[in-house]
């Protein structure tokens, strides 16, 4: 039971550091996680709902706002833009804060293409990582369930 | 405003402080929400500018800070800073992550404090309070009452402000700061009727009174139109009228009141009529910084009632005080004083109370337990009494409600304390306040009753202390010098004045 819970937490180890490695998370993860204590037990879990709601939300606004061919409102399409690039710096989500960045400049170049190319990969960026962070928490519960603790993974 | 606010409780600011957090932004709100709580700070989320408007409306001390986002459907975050900041005078810090300066020089424009960039860190947070007491700082020093004490103020603004609110009883600021703030707030005073007060001490028994902190009070006060900074200055208040009485109760230990004192206690009872309004300029509209001072305190009762307070160590000055200042009628032959029955309060004290009430001699003599105190004290007190008597002027004092007379007893040092919230501006002025307060005094009290009141502390330390102290008070300001009371009464001021600033 042990050497099972062992390698579990190696792999989760391994897994989270593959994920800021890849550019996925950095340190703002960190300090979410640092957050989470006996008292929220579930707050990383929670914010990071909350985030994926945003942001399927905030997609579809993007979506649909250009969708509007010829009447595209780039002020609009700006300002979801800008609250998703809030959102995702605030919980640690770097590849989709680095999209954002791009996505903003795009709109207020007003280039069409070039937002609806962005938006596509936003989307499916968020997804991505929600699928990866999915996993890490499936770890995490494959952890507890075998009577191990989650480790605290130093990033550094 | 900010300062009484961001007081919480004088010595755990910035713990506690108050922040009301708005983002249409979910997730940075569940975010922030869950920094400042790290941060110890009390938190109240919304995410729509109109509700943060509204709840900031609601109650104008509700909140200490406002964090708000800049780019919100509802408002724009910059009108809501400006709402709030001109309408509650409240610091407004600024989130965004927009990095852009000319952002950040909007902000500004508008009257952020500060602005902050998302992410949050919780570093940049731990230090947000440094606004709430600038802007009361800064609110004090516009309104300035005396010349020299504001430029001394301002020049250790920053320095003195952190101090001042880390340490709030430190007198040197006190005393400028209360001033100034007298001088320029007008806030509502909160009169602390015998009822709540009895709320008060019987939420701090039910805590313990190391474990009081107002936002527990207030709980458990269940008190309407209460809030917690009133609390915490009342508990100030009473935690430095309770040191005092604690200092004093050792002080006079050697002494005791004859039984036959205690009979005259009833002509002290007879105070009612005078207004110890000596420490406390009382009569001047300054004390309640000219707002009409809502002493409402049935005076008989204060005065009666003041001892079943006692219970708690409370020292009835804390009825008096910038804004509680009891103004009522001359207290009542001291057998009308058997009010108690209506103070329960504190049923363990009911018996006590009693006793206190109906017989002096009685209480006097449960408090008394140690060996009969020498008279000395109180013969050269009754000495001092004359001759200030002798030399004060009848004073517009009587004019005074009685609650004064209650004040009297409370410990005149107290009042002092007290009134000092009431901005009196000088000591001499308390002085020649108690002084007449002291002639009044004479009149009714003769030496033995004075002397009555040294006693030594006993057990019944909390309606004893709490009854010493009345006596004491009354005492401690006779049995000094004149400089000795006027000392008593500057130190009392000045720790009265973080209480004043702390009255809402």
Redesign the interface.
């Known amino acids: 039971m042990d050497a099972h819970v062992a390698q579990l937490q190696m792999q989760y180890r391994n897994y989270i550091l593959s994920l800021y490695q890849q550019g996925f998370l950095d340190d ?1 993860f960190t ?2 996680k640092s ?1 989470q204590d006996d008292g ?1 037990p579930d ?1 990383v879990a ?2 990071l709902s ?2 994926f ?2 942001c399927v939300k905030l997609v579809g606004n993007m979506a649909r706002a250009l969708d509007q061919i010829g009447t595209v409102d780039f002020c609009q399409v700006g ?1 979801n833009v ?2 998703l ?3 995702s ?4 989500a770097k590849r989709v804060k680095g999209l954002c960045i791009n996505f903003k400049e795009l709109c207020e170049a007003k280039n069409y293409e070039g937002c609806v190319r962005c938006l596509q990969q936003v989307d499916i960026e968020y997804k991505t990582l929600k699928a990866k962070l999915q996993d890490m928490f499936n770890l995490e519960k494959q952890i507890v369930q075998a009577g191990g603790i989650v480790p605290q993974v130093d990033i550094n | 405003m900010t300062v009484e606010q961001g007081i919480e409780a004088v010595d755990q600011f910035p713990v506690g402080m108050r922040v009301l957090a708005v983002d ?5 709100l ?2 922030l929400e ?2 400042l709580h ?1 941060c110890q700070y009390h938190v109240t989320t919304t995410d729509k500018a109109q509700t943060a408007l509204e709840l900031s409306r609601e109650n104008k001390n509700k909140f200490d800070l406002v964090i708000s ?1 800049v ?1 919100m459907p509802d408002m724009d975050g910059f009108k809501l800073l400006e709402l709030v900041g001109l309408e509650m005078d409240l610091p407004v810090i600024k989130l ?3 990095s852009d300066p000319k952002y950040v020089m909007k902000g500004v424009k508008h009257g952020a404090c500060d602005y902050l960039l ?5 570093e940049e947070l731990k230090n947000i309070w440094q606004h709430v007491v600038r802007k009361s700082k800064f609110k004090k020093m516009k309104s300035v009452v005396t010349n020299g004490e504001s430029e001394g103020n301002s020049d250790q603004n920053g320095v003195r402000a952190n101090r001042k609110r880390k340490d709030p009883l430190e007198e040197e600021d006190e005393e400028e700061e209360e001033q100034q703030e007298r001088g320029n707030e007008k806030k509502p005073r909160v009169i602390w009727t015998r009822e709540m007060h009895n709320k008060f001490l019987a939420a701090v028994d039910h805590v313990g009174i190391k474990n009081a902190v107002p936002k527990k009070i207030l709980e458990l006060m269940d008190v309407d139109n209460l809030t917690r900074d009133n609390v915490a200055s009342h508990l100030q208040k009473f935690r430095l009228a309770l040191k005092k009485i604690t200092n004093e109760a050792k002080q006079q230990v050697n002494m005791a009141a004859a039984n036959s004192h205690f009979m005259q206690m009833s002509s002290l009872k007879g105070l009612g009529g005078f207004h110890h309004h000596s420490p406390i300029p009382l009569g001047s509209s300054q004390f309640h910084g000219g707002a009409a001072t809502t002493r409402h305190y049935p005076s008989n009762r204060t005065f009666a009632g003041m001892f079943p307070h006692v219970s708690s160590s409370l020292p009835r000055n804390l009825h008096n005080d910038g804004g509680y200042m009891l103004q009522g009628t001359p207290f009542p032959p001291l057998e009308n004083l058997h009010i108690n029955s209506n103070n329960k309060a504190f049923p363990s004290f009911a018996s006590q109370q009693s006793s206190l009430l109906v017989a002096p001699s009685l209480v006097l003599e449960g408090h008394q337990q140690s060996s009969s105190p020498s008279y000395s004290p109180h013969l050269e007190i009754n000495k001092r009494l004359e001759d200030w008597s002798n030399n004060i002027p009848q004073s517009n004092v009587h004019s005074e409600p009685d609650a004064l007379g209650w004040n009297m007893f409370g410990n005149s040092t107290n009042q002092t304390y007290f009134c000092r919230d009431t901005d009196f501006g000088s000591s001499s002025a308390a002085h020649a306040d108690s002084l007449q307060m002291k002639q009044q005094h004479e009149n009714i009290f003769s030496p033995m009753t004075v002397a009555q009141l040294l006693r030594s502390s006993s057990a019944n330390e909390g309606l004893f202390m709490g009854q010493q102290k009345l006596e004491d008070g009354f005492m401690a300001s006779d049995a000094g010098s004149l400089d000795d009371i006027v000392n008593s009464m500057m130190t009392q001021e000045q720790s009265s004045r973080v209480l004043g600033r702390r009255l809402a």
Do not use: N, Y
Not at chain 1, 89 to 92: A, F, K, L, T
């Open positions: 703002q300090e979410l957050l929220s707050f929670e914010v909350l985030f709601d945003d300002a800008h609250q690039k809030g959102s710096s605030s919980v640690g | 249409d932004d979910h997730t940075c569940r975010i869950t920094l790290r986002d780019d965004s992550s927009h998302k992410p949050v860190r919780i």
